[in-house]
């Protein structure tokens, strides 16, 4: 597996450490909830990623792109997600009510991951690139390894920016710079929303 990895990973590390739609989002909720309150996110994230890639590795769900449709649903019901999130950090940051922004949970990670349609337009791309010739179980322990090279290069780019934004929070521990965090995070989560949509 040595000579697809290391290529592989070239590949991956601009498109997983570069500022995008999951790096803001871990990183805004590093910084507004601390490094460890994002592992729970972080952890569904990349279990419904490693799932997925597998999957569209083999070939299910490759159909995506003839169904237009399917994928535009998909970018707006994850417009409406973060929006709403980022709507929860920005009236926390308003009221200065905790109770109106929570960390985000194993489940927010998923369906962050599920309806992202940009993560299975980058499967798509890797595997275009990177696609097995080998047949029989050969080819299912290959996708698998390509799989899970894919998901921990990503995992550990999303710690990377949950860190950055955990360390950024060390700014704003005083109540007036805290409410002001929330709000620039919460509205940094919108543009996340915004660029997803129009993108």
């Given at each position: ?12 590390f601009p498109l997983a450490y570069s500022p995008g739609p999951g790096n803001m989002f871990f990183a805004a909720n ?124 990503n995992m550990v780019a999303f710690f990377f920016w949950a860190a950055i934004g955990d360390k950024i929070a060390g ?11 929330n709000v620039i995070l919460g509205s940094m989560l919108l543009l996340v929303a915004i660029w997803m949509a129009v993108?």
């Amino acid at each position: 597996m040595l000579p697809i990895t290391i290529p592989l990973i070239l590949f991956l590390f601009p498109l997983a450490y570069s500022p995008g739609p999951g790096n803001m989002f871990f990183a805004a909720n590093g910084a507004r909830f601390g490094f460890r309150s994002t592992l729970n996110a972080n952890f569904g994230y990349h279990l419904a990623t490693l799932i997925v890639t597998y999957m569209l590795g083999i070939g299910f769900g490759l159909g995506l792109s003839h169904a237009p449709t399917l994928v535009t649903v998909l970018r707006y019901l994850g417009v409406l997600y973060v929006g709403y999130l980022a709507w929860g950090l920005m009236r926390a940051g308003i009221e200065n009510n905790d109770k109106q922004a929570k960390h985000a949970s194993f489940i927010d990670g998923i369906v962050l991951l599920v309806l992202n349609p940009k993560a299975y337009i980058i499967i798509a791309l890797m595997f275009s690139q990177f696609q097995p010739a080998s047949e029989g179980v050969q080819f299912y322990y290959t996708i698998g390894w390509i799989s899970l090279v894919f998901t921990l290069n990503n995992m550990v780019a999303f710690f990377f920016w949950a860190a950055i934004g955990d360390k950024i929070a060390g700014l704003f521990r005083e109540e007036k710079t805290a409410r002001t965090l929330n709000v620039i995070l919460g509205s940094m989560l919108l543009l996340v929303a915004i660029w997803m949509a129009v993108a």
